[in-house]
């Protein structure tokens, strides 16, 4: 079943996520297992909308990938990333 993961990174800019974002560069070399990402801006930094395939997943690609990217691009703190089941979804 897929999951959702919802990640809220306090204090984080447009352009410190655009810097981890190229370094991740999930277009040319798109995350295993990855069915939907959106962000944007939220009230005191940034919020990210996953559907992930697995949980296992997930943290595989935040493990391997984005701590490093967010390591450098100069992100401090620990994100709050909360997760829930995803009942249906509708690709476009």
């Known amino acids: 079943m897929a999951i959702g993961i919802r990640i809220k990174m306090e204090g984080v800019t447009a352009d410190q996520f655009n810097v981890m974002e190229r370094s ?4 040319s070399n798109p995350p295993e297992g990855l ?4 962000s ?3 009230d005191g930094g940034w ?15 935040a493990n391997e990938r984005i701590g490093p990217a967010v390591a450098a691009a ?3 703190g ?4 909360r997760e829930f089941p995803v009942h249906e979804h509708f690709p476009r």
């Open 35 to 38: 069915i939907f990402h959106a």
């Open 24 to 27: 991740v560069d999930p277009d």
């Open 47 to 61: 919020g990210v909308i996953d559907f992930w395939e697995s949980r296992e997943l997930f943290d595989q690609f």
């Open 78 to 81: 620990a994100p709050d990333i």
């Open 74 to 76: 100069g992100m401090s």
């Open 40 to 42: 944007g801006p939220i």
